[in-house]
Each structure stands twice: as structure tokens, then as C-alpha cells.
């Protein structure tokens, strides 16, 4: 009985550790995002008119989307370049990729986004990652990718 009482305990603290784990997954992202992100996007994702899209609240219909999510993680990892649009806003210009950082920043980043946009870090964002490390892509290509929805 004892040990059916400690089992229980502990799927409960699993249980509620995992929200607590995701929340700083995204807190790592934020600051990783304000270390890398934040001289083109803004600290808080905004970005910067005829510089870089805004991020925050501009993504939410595509990372609803399990390809949404497949293209983030190609732009984190290839970079973008191209014409784009965002809110309405044209923007023309290139986004480094930035797969020197390893996976666990990336998956940050990526958790932070979500949450910038209403949605949940993918459950599935470490596979999305390799896969995106797996192919090789020009910043062009993944712009096609955006355009492919």
C-alpha cells in the first residue's frame, strides 16, 4: 500500500512539474531569444518596421499548424531570405540561420515563440529540429517553404 502511495505521489509531481518545465523552457527561450534575436526582432518579438517582421502574435494561424512548426524550426536552422509579408507589411532581407546553437536553445526559442502566439511548444520540436539539421536548405528555400503553407 505504502509503495502504491509513493507511485501515486510521484506521477503526481510529474504531473504537476511538466506546466513548470514548459513555462522554463519558454523563460529560457525569451532570454535566448533577447541574445540573438532581439537587435532585428525586438526583445519582446515585435520587430522592426522595414528591418524584421514582427514574431509576436503575427505567427499564431502558422504554428497552430504542424507544418508551421516544421517551418520555424527550417528558419532557425537555415535562416530566411526573400520577400515576405507580415501584418500587412512588406519586408525584403535575410535572417542568418542559426544552427551553431544546439538543439536545446533552439527548442527554447522555439517554446518562447509559442507562447508569443497563443500556442503551446511543439511536442514534437526536437524531431522537427533534427529533421530540419537532416536536409540542407538556403535561406531561399525556406522562404518557398512559407510561401508553400
Not at 503575427?58 to 531570405?81: D, K, T, W
Not at 507562447?115 to 540542407?136: F, I, M, P, V, Y
Amino acid at each position: 500500500m505504502k509503495r502504491r502511495l509513493c507511485l501515486a505521489a510521484a506521477s503526481a509531481a510529474m504531473l504537476c512539474t511538466l506546466p513548470a518545465a514548459a513555462a522554463d523552457l519558454a523563460a529560457q527561450g525569451k532570454d535566448l531569444f533577447a541574445a540573438n534575436c532581439a537587435a532585428c526582432h525586438n526583445a519582446d518579438a515585435s520587430g522592426i518596421a522595414g528591418v524584421a517582421p514582427p514574431l509576436a502574435n503575427a505567427l499564431r494561424e502558422r504554428l497552430a499548424a504542424p507544418a508551421g512548426q516544421s517551418y520555424l524550426a527550417n528558419v532557425l536552422v537555415h535562416g530566411l531570405a526573400g520577400p515576405i509579408e507580415s501584418q500587412g507589411q512588406p519586408f525584403n532581407g535575410v535572417m542568418p540561420p542559426f544552427a551553431t546553437l544546439p538543439d536545446a536553445s533552439l527548442l527554447a526559442v522555439m517554446a518562447w515563440l509559442n507562447t508569443q502566439n497563443g500556442q503551446a511548444a511543439a511536442a514534437d520540436g526536437a524531431e522537427l529540429l533534427a529533421k530540419a539539421r537532416a536536409e540542407r536548405k538556403t535561406p531561399g528555400a525556406v522562404r518557398k517553404l512559407r510561401e508553400a503553407r
